[in-house]
């Protein structure tokens, strides 16, 4: 397995909609191989959620893992909500937006239709956590990130910001 580069804001890479995938690619060794790099590499982060657009694959799938002990890790291809109620406030952040964190407003509950790694269809009732984190990660996959929720010129602050840390890391 390796470790993936991730993109950062304000890459306009982040800004790309994915494709979505035939499940046919799914079978190759390169796709599976690629779902163990980025659960390795979200572990790694660490962070609870990676969507490809994230590892500059344009592709529609995510991978997620809310759980403490890392042992509950989700595929999912193709993701589409079919039905959201209700309202939550989370503090969120993003492996893409370092360091930063803000709370949005989403869906308290919604439901996904989606195919697992293995191109199984399956849908799945979340709330909470895991709500939010799927909501994150389909919004990635739009080329949307959690930082649009914000004012203008929060977003604005958010970007100098890592821009400035982007230069003294250099
Ligand atoms: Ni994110």
New binding site residues.
């Given amino acids: 397995m390796a470790l993936l580069p991730i993109l950062e804001f304000p890459d306009p890479r982040l800004r790309t909609r994915a494709a979505r995938v035939d499940p046919v690619e799914l079978a190759t060794p390169a796709f599976q191989t690629l779902f163990d790099d980025m659960f390795e590499t979200m572990y790694q982060a660490p ?1 609870i ?3 490809a657009s ?1 590892v500059d694959v344009h592709k529609r799938f995510m991978v997620i893992d809310v759980s403490e002990e890392h042992d509950a890790p989700r595929v999912f291809v193709n993701p589409t909500i079919t039905a959201r109620s209700g309202e939550q406030v989370y503090q ?6 370092p360091n930063i964190f803000a709370d949005v407003t989403r869906a308290a509950t919604i439901t996904v239709e989606a195919l697992d790694r293995h191109g199984q269809a399956f849908t799945l009732e979340a709330d909470g956590l895991l709500a939010v984190c799927i909501q ?2 389909m ?2 996959l739009e080329g949307k ?2 930082v649009d929720y914000l004012s203008p010129l929060k977003r604005e602050m958010v970007r100098k910001k890592l821009l400035k840390a982007k230069r003294s890391a250099a």
């Fill in positions: 962070g959620g990676l969507a994230q969120e952040g993003c492996l893409s937006v994150h990660e919004d990635h990130l959690f």
